[in-house]
């Protein structure tokens, strides 16, 4: 069920952007493997700045952050003891005190510091747990520790900046949450990370994931979130964009015939495996060999639509700029015993140009842009 408030992974990074300019803390609900990790560690940083001049003028002050790189420390909230939060006490004059642990930023460091707290699996924590850290949302503190920049225990940011993220499952995926409690709950704001074909496709043409597994998800697009979580097999996985990934490396290797169903299986379950097997084995009756260097008009199509996609996603990794135009002759044969529909050979294209950057230079590519202009609008 899409919730009201969801967002698709291309728009995270903007929904957090907005909400630490606030001066808000976000939290970012999702099932297992959709990627809410790998954007706050690597896409929410770059807009660290624009988050710093936010606040600047909210605060009404100077920040001496100099546009370098934010840093992201990513705490798995469960991984840690109630003792480990505050510190270890210690007595200094009569007086109890508690040892900073080094888990927190700026511990330990010789000046200010600038990022991202990311408190990740935030709701496999125990409910004391989350009611510790829910201190450093309300006061930037726990035990002797100050957050750096926090507009209560640090409002000028003598310390540097250091923005809370936080993330975790929902009790619903049955991924060993224990859910939030209203108290921590009315502190946050909330958004719920749903997946998205486009954008996972975008992001697969862009990160080396095999070309097969994206055109699995193209045809198919039920598997790039197929995880059910009331499932009673032995295997407790599905296919997702982080499990698709791992079958993308495992196809990659090329493994035996013998092995390739249960190494598949143990990656996104034995559905998507399955359909991905049958979808490969269809694909690879075309001769790849003919199309790339001497009979891109001849040869054969696969009748199938599926088999369509499969097929001609094996000409992404091997497409180059000596090659491509016997690629595009290939994929743009659109009709009677061709392929079903023009959308094949803008999908098989765009993902070669992303792949290879310099093909978007060639001849080939603009003529193709030009042809299918209305296609790819």
């Not at 310390?159 to 049955?174: E, F, K, T, W, Y």
């Not at 993308?248 to 299986?265: A, D, F, G, H, R």
């Not at 996603?313 to 061709?338: K, M, Q, T, W």
Request: contains cysteine; proline residues 6%.
């Amino acid at each position: 069920m899409t919730s009201v408030n969801h967002v698709t992974p291309s728009q995270l990074t903007g929904a957090l952007t907005t909400v630490l300019s606030a001066g808000l803390v976000p939290m970012i609900w999702s099932g297992p493997g959709q990627g809410k990790s790998h954007i706050v560690n690597y896409d929410l940083p770059e807009n660290f700045p624009a988050i710093a001049k936010a606040t600047e003028q909210v605060r009404g002050i100077k920040i001496d952050y100099d546009d370098g790189k934010a840093s992201v420390w990513e705490r798995r909230a469960g991984d840690y003891d109630l003792l480990d939060y505050a510190g270890l006490p210690y007595v200094e004059d009569g007086i109890q005190r508690r040892a900073s642990p080094d888990i927190w930023p700026g511990v330990g460091a010789s000046g200010k510091v600038w990022g991202i707290l990311f408190l990740d699996e935030f709701t496999q924590a125990g409910r004391e747990k989350q009611t510790v850290m829910q201190r450093l949302f309300d006061e930037g503190r726990v035990g002797d520790y100050v957050l750096p920049g926090h507009h209560k225990s640090d409002p000028n940011c003598e310390r540097g900046l250091v923005l809370i993220v936080l993330a975790g499952n929902r009790q619903s995926d049955r991924a060993n949450s224990v859910g939030m409690g209203t108290q921590t709950g009315s502190r946050v704001i909330h958004t719920v990370l749903e997946p998205s074909v486009s954008d996972w496709i975008d992001w697969a043409n862009s990160n080396d994931v095999d070309p097969t597994v994206t055109a699995l998800v193209r045809q198919c697009p039920e598997y790039l979130f197929k995880l059910d979580p009331s499932q009673k097999t032995e295997v407790p996985t599905g296919s997702t964009p982080r499990t698709l990934v791992y079958l993308s490396n495992l196809v990659k290797q090329c493994p035996p015939p013998e092995l390739e169903t249960q190494l598949y299986i143990g990656a996104v379950g034995e559905e998507c495996a399955r359909a991905y097997i049958a979808l490969v084995h269809a694909a690879r009756s075309i001769d790849v060999e003919e199309v790339l260097r001497g009979n891109p008009l001849g040869a054969d199509i696969p009748s199938e639509v599926g088999h369509q996609f499969a097929a001609a996603s094996l000409l992404i990794r091997r497409a180059n700029p000596d090659n491509f135009a016997n690629v595009i002759r290939y994929v743009e044969r659109v009709g009677e015993n061709g392929f079903s529909s023009p959308e094949i050979a803008v999908f098989v294209v765009e993902a070669c140009k992303r792949r290879t950057p310099l093909l978007a230079e060639t001849k080939a590519y603009t003529d193709f842009c030009l042809k299918w202009a209305d296609i790819r609008s």
